[in-house]
């Protein structure tokens, strides 16, 4: 078990549109879970930490306003890349730790975010 | 604030050749220390974990030994095989919530 999803797996918008992503827990709870931006032969860079039922925690230099993100439930998390420019074309993973478990985190497969 | 230092790839090598990958890091209190493996199209997974000196992680043959006094916790397998080609992480958490520090991955690619 442990297995967490992200949709889409790739999506392709235009300079000033809204994107949404998600991030699924599928067989197991969630308080916690974190997004990261990776990019290309770099590192994940940790954006925020999401918390269900409560405001998400964004690393410092992290636009909140630019990154919504939304935890309304235990086994879902949301980002919305709003006004999505060039400079925002990255891959978007996030993370999820099992409610009451340990530090491990369990990784989605990632989004391929490509704004034209 | 905390970082995590690991070599560079990619390092490429011949099936069941020994591997070792350096990963050290800086770090205010005691981490809890992390290498992941991300195989081509998948998610990271966890490949081990040490949470304290001297603790040996291992799993499908790595292992990786959390050494204080050098702040190293190299990955090293005896004999590799071709489904090892990946992108290697190397990561710490010192936080309560789990936040993770990663290093920059090391692609390792194993020839038949």
């Known amino acids: 078990g442990a297995v967490v999803s992200q949709h889409p797996s790739r999506v392709i918008c235009k300079s000033g549109t809204s994107v949404k992503i998600e991030c699924r827990s599928l067989?197991?709870?969630?308080?916690?879970m974190f997004w990261y931006r990776q990019f290309p032969k770099q590192s994940l860079m940790l954006m925020a930490t999401s918390n269900e039922g409560s405001k998400a925690t964004y690393e410092q230099g992290v636009e909140k306003d630019k990154f919504l993100i939304n935890h309304a439930s235990l086994t879902l998390s949301t980002l919305t890349v709003t006004s999505a420019h060039p400079e925002d074309s990255s891959f978007y993973i996030c993370?999820?730790?099992?409610?009451?478990?340990?530090?491990?985190?369990?990784f989605g497969p990632g989004t391929r975010l490509t704004v034209t | 604030g905390d970082s995590v230092t690991q070599m560079e790839g990619p390092v490429t090598l011949s099936e069941e050749a020994f591997l070792t990958i350096n990963c050290t890091y800086t770090a205010t209190g005691y981490p809890s220390l992390f290498w992941y493996v991300q195989y081509p199209g998948e998610g990271l997974q966890l490949l081990l974990k040490?949470?304290?000196?001297?603790d040996k992680g291992s799993n499908k043959g790595f292992e990786a030994t959390y050494r204080k006094e050098t702040t190293s916790f190299h990955l090293e397998k005896g004999s590799v095989q071709v489904s090892d080609s990946a992108v290697y992480f190397c990561?710490?958490?010192?936080?309560?919530?789990?936040?993770?520090?990663f290093g920059a991955g090391t692609q390792v690619v194993v020839t038949p």
């Open positions: 067989d197991f709870q969630a308080t916690t």
């Open positions: 990561a710490l958490t010192t936080d309560s919530w789990g936040k993770l520090q």
């Open positions: 993370s999820a730790k099992k409610t009451g478990g340990a530090q491990e985190q369990y």
């Open positions: 040490a949470t304290k000196a001297d």
